[in-house]
């Protein structure tokens, strides 16, 4: 197969890591078991060191296709990884003069397997994804005959642009051509002939399907009659969809939400859920105390006091990925997950039947709304929410009441040095005025595409939100959001009678170099040495501060 592209900007090519380690290891137990789970996990976990230009072979790009196709594999380093991949190989097969490119089947085996199950975060690669779609745009609307492989490619086509939210840019010709191929789809339904798999994927990749009357119609009525027998990509783009209406009028209600911020925050996450996500980390069940040690980084004898049942509020669960794999973690727990949000609330409430979650239940709340609670939870988590509040410590001092004394808080907050490419960013957009709808958005990726606006921030592109609609938004279009430094994070904890116990989610590496580095901070827990470690390492937080706390258990009472 061949395609054309237009040329790639020259400074925003993502390319390849450097050369760092071999994988033929994990390749070995994997030629003895070639789709066992754990064998795969352990082949990702090579490739963050892995050298691309070494590994590469039809042997490792089969044990990539499988490793990207395995749904315990949940981390962000294969989808890089992939992205980057196959960027590289791209590249190199574009003939410079005239943009041609001819694709060996064994690398397009390996771009289905990465758009049927990931999300290309590589904004070198977009623009030969965007060419295959046009190709087969045009052979649909042509009513060409395409090989099985161009189906299977149209398919997880479709299934990508689901989970990029229908970001990529699309030209007039197509939205033209597009009318065609809808017509095709809806005639044959209308005349309940078969529906032809190239235009009905082909559609699915530019548009939602399940926002087309007679698909959902349609798709309705093949779950009607046996929901083994639908589609696995008609059931992930109409029929979940589908079911997320039917359950979002059944979302108990806890707290109206009255806060104009609250509500401006509220519209933003009904129309854009976040994040889309589709895969779950396997974590081993643990109990509470064992739990804290792993994911706040707490000492043992900072847990000692804990619980054996914990009791867990997640505050501002989005569309339920945290929640759910915290209430699959954590051994006899009960967590309440609440949002603003019903379309996030009922996304998240989906995926939790599906996957058989008992000791989860979502309520649609507003933080500021919960300060009847007192004293009700062991454990609250509120991750990347509270800087989206107008007044993020009124809505920390409502979680701080709702622990009970000496219970435990996790926060991620946003750092304001490790943001500053997003901040400056921030204010162009203000500037220029894109609107935070798809069209805007779309515009902004073209500028930043067409090198305008990528000379002002490269860095935004190697944020993986750039490359989905509701990350996007999330990332540079936020309605509401503030930012803090470790100094207003230790004065903020002290107003709310919070002791600081460290921070959780950094790797290895950079717990390493603070320890060689702050030697006189042996717990971690000086936010004043973190403060001067974060100066001299500005990236350090890039994701957020995950602050891990605890509530001051009451004095004991001295005697008369
Ligand atoms: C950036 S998303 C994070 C979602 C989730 N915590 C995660 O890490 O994937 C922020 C979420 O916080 C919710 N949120 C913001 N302010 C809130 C409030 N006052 N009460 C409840 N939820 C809130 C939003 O609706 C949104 O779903």
Redo the contacts with the bound molecule.
Sequence with gaps: MSIHTRPIPSRARVGAKPPRGSVSAALAALDRAPSDPAALRAFVATLAKADMERARSARFEAALARALAEPSVCNLTIQSFASAYLAGRFMAAADKADGKVDVPPGLLNLTIAHLYHRLNVSLALEPFLIAFRRDLLEAARDGRAVSAQQIALAEALARHSFTCEYIWLEAEAETKALETVQRQVETAIAQGADVPALPLFVLGAYRPLDRIPALRAWVALQAAQGLERLDPTLRLLVFDRLQEEALIPRIETLTAIEDAT?AA??AQ?EENP??RWRHLGRRTPVDFKTYLSRELALAPALTASAPAQARVLV?????G??PISLALSLTGATVLA????RA?LAYASREARVRGVENLGFAH????KLDGLEDAFDLIEA???LH??RDPEA?LAVLVKALRPGGFLRL?LYSRLARRAVIAMRSRIATVGYRPDLEGMRAFRRDFFLDRLYAEAPELCSFRDFYATSELR?LIFHVQERDYTTSELAEMLDRNGLEFLGFSGLDADIMQRYRAETPDDPTGTDLAAWGRFEDRHPETFRGMYRLSCRKAAPSAVSPA
């Design positions: 609250s925050v509220q996450y976040y994040p505050a501002g669960c989005g569309t990925q945290h609440i949002d603003l949000s996030s709340a507003d933080i500021l991750m990347g929410v989206h509040m809505g991620g999330d």
